[in-house]
């Protein structure tokens, strides 16, 4: 029996059903990103190394206080030298913000993270084929910052519960550990987590505005650690100065995490409100910018 060989009219071609799965959705772009991150030596071992920091920072400061209350309840130490028993300046007091004093180093490492992870995509040439799959740049860069704010904000929360735990025994031995319920220090904990997102979009932002690791690692660290202390040296030469820096990224992180704050200063909520509107007009900028460039 003969089978007929004659090729399939491209009408009826036309007619067959198409077969398409769900396409590029955000939940998928936002897998991919995650994979990315997380399957990075060297992002992995960046993650590490901080919460080590940090943790290792806050044992520090931990033992630093157990020292001062020592020196306390000695009578041979001099009086001048002494911090007070109770109170704002005493080592109990203190104490309290060592779940979030190794936070200076924490940013640092966060934000040339978030930098190196969105501008090395510029350097090497791999944004590329990130716009090629996901042809809205929009999306994409959404998901690396999520992704990143999330994984900031793990290393925040982690590092923060780590480091109360291994700062009690050290506290304990002077009678100057405090329960995670005590006025303020989960709130401290959790904003630590916070403020490390905070500040990995911010950083985000700037490697996608800058498009260099380098100079992106170089502003992030200009904006939190070089311009505080440039406004500090300016701060006597006008009263609005020292005004002004209460609303700079880092003033304003650091008063996110604080335990109490003094009455001219920022609160904790409005400290957060600063920071998220620094990272959400960054965020902003940087998107607008990315969808008028060329890749």
Do not use: C, H
């Not at 020196?71 to 109170?87: I, K, N, R, T």
């Not at 994409?140 to 992704?147: Q, R, W």
């Not at 480091?163 to 904990?189: C, K, M, N, W």
Request: net charge neutral; aromatic share 6%; no cysteine.
């Amino acid at each position: 029996m003969a089978t007929s060989t004659q090729p399939v009219p491209a009408e009826r071609r036309s007619q067959r059903p198409r077969t398409s799965g769900p396409g590029v959705t955000f939940g998928r772009v936002l897998k991919s990103e995650w994979i990315k991150v997380t399957t990075v030596p060297s992002t992995v071992i960046l993650i590490i190394s901080t919460v080590v920091v940090m943790v290792g920072l806050a044992a520090l400061f931990a033992w630093s206080q157990s020292i001062s209350a020592e020196a306390l309840s000695d009578p041979d130490f001099p009086a001048e030298f002494q911090a007070p028993a109770e109170g704002p300046g005493s080592p109990g007091f203190a104490a309290l913000s060592v779940p979030s004093s190794g936070l200076i180093f924490g940013q640092l490492l966060i934000a040339a993270l978030a930098v190196v992870l969105i501008a090395s995509e510029w350097t090497t040439g791999m944004i590329r084929s990130t716009m090629v799959a996901v042809p809205k740049r929009t999306p994409a860069l959404l998901a690396k910052t999520l992704v990143v704010a999330v994984v900031a904000f793990a290393v925040g929360l982690g590092s923060a519960l780590i480091s109360y735990l291994v700062a009690q025994p050290i506290l304990r031995g002077e009678d100057i550990d405090f329960a995670i319920t005590e006025d303020g220090v989960f709130q401290s904990i959790l904003n630590t987590g916070t403020f490390l997102a905070l500040v990995a979009i911010i950083s985000m932002a700037i490697g996608i505005l800058l498009r260099n690791t380098a100079g992106g690692v170089v502003t992030a660290v200009g904006i939190f650690f070089v311009l505080p202390l440039i406004v500090q040296l300016l701060s006597g030469l006008a009263d609005w100065i020292p005004k002004a820096a209460r609303f700079l990224p880092g003033d304003a992180g650091n008063q996110m995490v604080s335990i109490t704050t003094l009455e001219d200063d920022l609160t904790q909520w409005e400290g957060g409100l600063v920071m998220g509107a620094w990272a959400l007009g960054l965020l902003l900028v940087a998107l607008l910018v990315a969808k008028k460039r060329d890749v």
